[in-house]
């Protein structure tokens, strides 16, 4: 039976008496954190239409392990940035109520709702009101598609935030009702049609995420129209995209995608016990196909994950049971986010995994934001499926082999960053490591390719500190053009009052040229028939040649090749 609002309201005042009366240590942590929102956990609402919680508390109090103290994440500033989006949906049962259309415009955002009365075919979408100007007339809007937990209304998805930074990010959300996954692949056509014939959208930046439920569509959605996601954000989920072994999606699906960014993020208080990966084969075997997508040379078992999880002396691998090509930890919301990057063979962070600290099954204040800033940084041409990469988390440098080049080591996003001691990770097959020095003010020592480096008389700096320059020099008998990661781990790391922290280091993508003689299409040192012979079976499709053969091949700088290069050769050899 469902109470009234009244009774509603006189129950958790009740409540909320006894808890100060009884004096128990909850309350007397109730008043060790304060903020002008927290009241609104607690507020008496009608909006959740699909079971009987009688606030934001009392759903959310469901959501954690064994163990997990609701109250503590409330009173925290975990807790206060969970209720920052959520006014709305607790005061107003009208998801299109007057006054939540106000405040969208307030923020410079348009929301409509389409199929409003058929509850289970309803979506919004939320646009910039800058699109409107004339100036924009011909601009085109990245998308991004948000799915829904399971039963939880898409009004309830205006409180993850993505809806809320439509106009300072410039992109069209869509936020689609699922019926639990069963209506979304006919829907989404429909949607992607009306996207089509009334929106300016950009089909190369197409983006989708979710949470829970949302995941798992998200990975559906992914793997049925493998062209049209850049990059998608898997939340409080894992990344099967189904929810059962015995039907799993076919592997033919998994074939056919390629180079499909993921970001997969989730509360190590989650109820669903999502890290450390070790719950799960299906969790590894979903992992190892996106790995392989992406051009990833890494896999993993579900034995190996425990290992990891209890063993390793490195935080992030024990928290995520994996270990990866970078790891870091952040600090947002007023706890950690626990991360491991990984990277395909041209250097490009293909995934990202996160576990939130003391997270439940919900989503934090910065989630929004750290999923659309990974997703963001790519696109995908829909017709042909390329990825490219608008912005990228590295540095890009270039070097031609034989030569020695100087590179920054960055420490990103500090906050009273102070020391620490690092692993400088590369391709010794290409590279040498010739030195790393501090920046000038910084003291470092340094031992083969570790590192250590503590700030100008160990003041905290905050933002992205260089706190040296590691030099390497490229092997010198290379004979194609490659890419190649340059990497750094933290070991231990702390700020000014020396409590521990694990900040990020900026990676490097590092391109090294060799150089070849015009010409010398054989790449044995002189210009001869030989190499007009070679030039011309490849032209008959008779014989492969690298791409520095083929630099060399181009002998008029026309940018491609062809006979008149083979007569060019053949002048030469006179």
Excluded at 275 to 289: D, G, I, Q, R
Excluded at 322 to 335: C, E, H, P, S, V
Excluded at 542 to 549: D, G
Aim: hydrophobic share 40%; net charge negative.
């Amino acid at each position: 039976m469902r109470l009234g609002k009244g009774k509603k309201f006189f129950a958790m005042l009740l409540s909320i008496v006894l808890l100060a009366l009884l004096a128990t240590p909850i309350a007397q942590a109730a008043e060790e954190y304060d903020y002008p929102n927290k009241y609104l956990w607690y507020l008496p609402t009608d909006s959740f239409t699909w079971d009987t919680y009688y606030s934001l508390y009392d759903h959310h109090k469901g959501m954690g392990v064994a163990g997990f103290d609701a109250e503590a994440m409330v009173n925290s500033p975990l807790g206060e940035s969970m209720v920052k989006d959520v006014f709305n949906f607790l005061t107003y049962t009208d998801e299109m109520h007057p006054a939540v259309v106000q405040s969208f415009a307030d923020k410079g955002i348009k929301k409509e709702l389409f199929n409003a009365d058929n509850p289970d075919h309803k979506y919004a979408i939320y646009t910039p009101l800058s699109a409107s100007k004339p100036e924009n007339a011909n601009k085109q809007y990245p998308v991004l598609f948000v799915y829904h937990g399971n039963n939880n209304p898409i009004y309830f998805v205006e409180t993850w935030g993505y809806a809320q930074m439509v106009a300072e990010e410039e992109f069209i959300c869509v936020i689609p009702w699922a019926t639990n996954g069963t209506t979304l692949d006919t829907d989404m056509e429909e949607i992607w049609g009306n996207l089509q014939e009334n929106y300016r959208m950009d089909e190369s930046r197409v983006y989708a995420t979710g949470f829970s439920l949302g995941g798992r569509s998200t990975v559906l959605q992914a793997t049925r129209t493998p062209n049209r996601f850049a990059a998608v954000g898997v939340g409080g989920q894992h990344m099967a995209g189904s929810n059962s072994a015995n039907s799993p999606i076919p592997d033919a699906q998994w074939a056919a995608m390629k180079d499909v960014p993921v970001l997969q993020m989730a509360g190590t208080m989650d109820r669903n016990n999502h890290f450390p990966y070790a719950k799960s084969a299906m969790y590894t075997t979903s992992l190892n196909n996106w790995f392989t997508l992406n051009g990833i040379d890494r896999s993993f078992t579900q034995a190996q994950c425990k290992t990891i999880s209890t063993t390793s002396t490195n935080l992030v691998e024990r928290k995520l049971g994996l270990t990866a090509d970078q790891t870091y930890i952040q600090q947002f919301d007023g706890t950690q986010y626990y991360t491991g990057d990984y990277y395909n063979d041209d250097g490009i962070n293909m995934m990202r995994i996160v576990a939130i600290e003391g997270l439940p099954h919900w989503l934090s204040g910065s989630f929004s934001r750290i999923m659309w800033d990974f997703m963001s940084q790519y696109s995908k041409d829909p017709v042909t499926g390329k990825m490219a990469v608008l912005k990228q988390e590295t540095s890009a440098y270039a070097v031609q082999t034989g030569e020695t080049i100087t590179l920054p080591v960055t420490v990103d996003d500090c906050r009273k960053f102070s020391g620490l001691t690092g692993t400088v990770e590369y391709d010794e097959s290409l590279l040498t490591l010739d030195s790393i020095a501090a920046k000038k003010g910084f003291t470092m020592s340094q031992s083969g390719n570790k590192f250590t480096v503590v700030t100008p008389n160990g003041a905290g700096l905050d933002g992205d500190v260089v706190v040296g320059y590691a030099t390497f020099t490229a092997k010198a008998d290379l004979y194609d053009d490659v890419n190649t990661l340059i990497s750094f781990t933290t070991g231990s790391a702390y700020d000014e009052a020396l409590t521990s922290i694990m900040p990020r280091i900026t990676p490097i993508r590092l391109a090294i040229t060799s150089p070849v003689a015009i010409g010398d299409v054989s790449l044995d040192g002189k210009v001869d028939v030989a190499d007009a012979i070679a030039l011309m079976q490849y032209l008959a499709g008779s014989k492969t040649l690298t791409a520095r053969q083929l630099r060399a091949a181009d002998v008029n700088k026309d940018g491609k090749v062809n006979v008149g290069d083979v007569t060019i050769i053949m002048q030469m050899c006179l």
